[in-house]
Nanobody, 120 residues
């Protein structure tokens, strides 16, 4: 069993930065594809960034060049550095791992989510 705990969310002004963390217990991230998703009010959950088990990275077009996903194997933690935040980035952000089809939200384990609010 894997438990994922997200942290780092909060309120930030447009143009600001936040770093989200996703800490895993039970299993390691290093050999698993892990992703960040977000769900804005009234919208469907969608993938934001993915890091594969071999370190390849994929980003949604809307966050390219502003967000960076990374992994610290020693700390068993995955991060999402978010820069130049926009009000449309307001959402609950979720971490998930053992993802086989992130476009369709097919991941084995999910965190509880952390709220990010970007004020204009």
């Amino acid at each position: 069993q894997v438990q994922l705990v997200e942290s780092g969310g909060g309120l930030v002004q447009a143009g600001g930065s936040l770093r989200l963390s996703c800490a895993a217990s039970g299993r390691t991230f290093s050999s698993r594809t892990t992703a960040w998703f977000r769900q804005a009010p009234g919208k469907e959950r969608a993938v934001v960034a993915v890091i594969s088990r071999i370190g390849g990275r994929t980003y949604a077009d809307s966050v390219k060049r502003r967000f960076t996903i990374s992994r610290d194997n020693a700390k068993n933690t995955v991060y999402l550095q978010m820069n130049s935040l926009k009000p449309e980035g307001t959402a609950v952000y979720y971490c998930a791992t053992e993802c086989t089809d992130w476009d369709n939200l097919i991941c084995s384990y999910w965190g509880q989510g952390t709220q990010v609010t970007v004020s204009s």
